[in-house]
């Protein structure tokens, strides 16, 4: 028997009218792409032609398989700079890829790409893990009962600790999001908490001038106040356990001018840095320095700078760029060394020589391409990059220069663009990006290397007070006068997610895997998460 075909298809006829004709797909231009590695501008590989419709993901794989130096696959971001004379002012001075490059270079409302040009497409190597965005509230936690000034998150991020103006700190545990210790003891606000990249130690300083140390497993003190201050202590800063694993000193700055360095085995001041003339409002212990022994960065109201030895506590050099108080200051090393030897991958360390060495492999990986670098916030508006340090690896020109302006180090960049003052700057944890929020509600995207504008994030309606970055530097969170908080996407420069939930001014805020705390005037502590 002969097959029967099927009946022919009945045509879909829309009120009696048959469909119209489906558009054949639009013909993608063919485009030359230069891959070009971001830090030194190096082609990862030579011209390709190809669509310029490949997503984002099509050229992820494609520079994967032509970078030959790299075994296993590492993930890309791409973006292109954008010519000088088609940058309008405050607009962002580079295109992220997102999609393609056909939707997000060639439509680009500035017009400055035709299918002719060469792209440049400049590639940088993002962190192998994914921090998931916040997106609600876990937890509200109340215990304080007057503002919350101070949070921070433990290196490994089990422990909260955060401080306020009810003279106590509090301990919280994050499995469970409870509270867990009172640390009390402090007779004036707390103003400053820091713990010890090993997580054995946590440092408080208070408005009464004193300095404790706590046990974060206990909650118990260890020993007495350290008393020295006339005034009250503006900041505090552990020595990095690459340089010292056993027994880290602690530094703490203050109102009355100064910054004592203790030693935490003896509870004892080891010195005493007199210099400044007005109060010092950040001190920062960096890891590297002439011989690699540390340095110690402080940043004053008598409108300098100072960067001292970590060893004897002598003065090396004196920054006098900014004409205002210099009330913030960032490392490119910070994030490594607050976390001393726990990566992403949280494995326990057993000894303290191990601990030494994994700290130290984290540190020169990421001092290796630029040196410690340092950014200044001042409320003169502006910030300065400056590379006191430069990488062993590079020569010493820097150097040599500044002995012929006799010993004057001049910045790498001037960072302009603020128009308040700042209050607050902070790198990214891969050194690539910096953010600085300020009282005209904006924050500012910088490159991390040479200080150059990236973007603004405009969203807030009121003072951007802290700003955090999220580990693998993709996410930045900002939180501000106006009771919110904001996570920005760093492919847009948009918003991603707005936290509403306090019910006044935030003061402080700080991220760890996938969660942020955040703390503030409506005295209670918040929990996000995705």
């Not at 600790?161 to 007779?187: I, Q």
């Amino acid at each position: 028997m002969a097959t029967l075909l099927p009946p022919p298809k009945r045509q879909k006829v829309y009120h009696g009218v048959p469909a119209p004709e489906p558009e054949p797909p639009k013909q993608s231009p063919h485009i030359v792409v230069q891959f070009v590695n971001e830090e030194d501008g190096q082609p990862l590989a030579p011209a390709v032609n190809l669509p310029a419709n490949v997503s984002r993901e099509g050229l992820e794989a494609l520079v994967n398989k032509l970078n030959t130096k790299d075994e296993d696959p590492v993930p890309f971001a791409f973006h292109i700079s954008l010519p000088a004379d088609a940058t309008t002012p405050g607009a962002p001075t580079r295109i992220a890829i997102a999609k393609s490059i056909e939707e997000d270079v060639l439509s680009h409302p500035s017009h400055a790409f035709t299918p002719e040009d060469v792209f440049v497409v400049r590639c940088s190597p993002q962190a192998v893990f994914k921090v998931r965005p916040a997106t609600r509230c876990s937890s509200t936690l109340s215990g304080h009962t007057s503002p919350i000034l101070c949070a921070s998150f433990s290196p490994t991020g089990n422990l909260l600790a955060t401080g306020a103006g009810d003279c106590n700190a509090r301990l919280w545990d994050l499995f469970t999001e409870t509270p867990s210790h009172v640390l009390s003891g402090h007779k004036g606000w707390v103003l400053c908490v820091e713990w010890e990249a090993m997580e054995r130690k946590l440092a408080t300083g208070g408005h009464d001038g004193h300095v404790r140390l706590w046990d974060p497993k206990t909650g118990k003190p260890i020993g007495d106040a350290l008393k020295g201050h006339t005034k009250w202590v503006t900041s505090l800063s552990w020595e990095p356990i690459h340089l010292n694993p056993s027994a880290p000193r602690l530094a703490s700055s203050s109102k009355d001018g100064t910054v004592r360095v203790w030693s935490t085995l003896t509870r004892r001041c080891e010195y005493t840095l007199g210099g400044h003339t007005a109060s010092v409002n950040v001190v920062r212990w960096g890891g590297g320095g002439l011989n690699g022994k540390g340095v110690l960065y402080t940043a004053s109201s008598d409108r300098t700078v100072r960067i001292w030895d970590a060893e004897q506590g002598r003065p090396l050099h004196t920054l006098k760029d900014h004409a205002h108080w210099v009330t913030t200051l960032t490392l490119n090393t910070d994030f490594v060394l607050r976390t001393g030897p726990f990566d992403h991958l949280g494995k326990k360390t057993t000894s303290d020589s191990e601990a030494q060495s994994l700290a130290l492999k984290r540190y020169n990986a990421l001092v290796s391409t630029a040196g410690e670098l340092l950014i200044t916030g001042s409320d003169d508006h502006t910030l300065f990059l400056w590379s006191l340090f430069p990488s062993r690896t590079s020569s010493g020109d820097a150097s040599a220069a500044a002995a012929e302006r006799g010993g004057k180090l001049k910045p790498l960049a001037r960072l302009t663009g603020h128009q308040r003052q700042v209050s607050h700057v902070a790198f990214s944890p891969d050194g690539r990006w910096a953010a600085s929020a300020a009282w005209d509600n904006s924050v500012r995207v910088w490159d991390g290397r040479t200080g150059k504008f990236v973007a603004t994030l405009r969203g807030h309606v009121a003072a951007v007070y802290r700003l955090a970055w999220s580990a693998d530097s993709r996410l930045l969170v900002s939180a501000s006068k106006d009771s919110t908080l904001k996570i920005w996407d760093l492919k847009t420069y948009k918003i991603k997610t707005d936290l509403p939930g306090h019910t006044d001014e935030v003061y402080c805020v700080d991220f760890v895997a996938d969660k942020l705390v955040s703390g503030g005037r409506d005295r209670t502590v918040k929990i996000w998460k995705n």
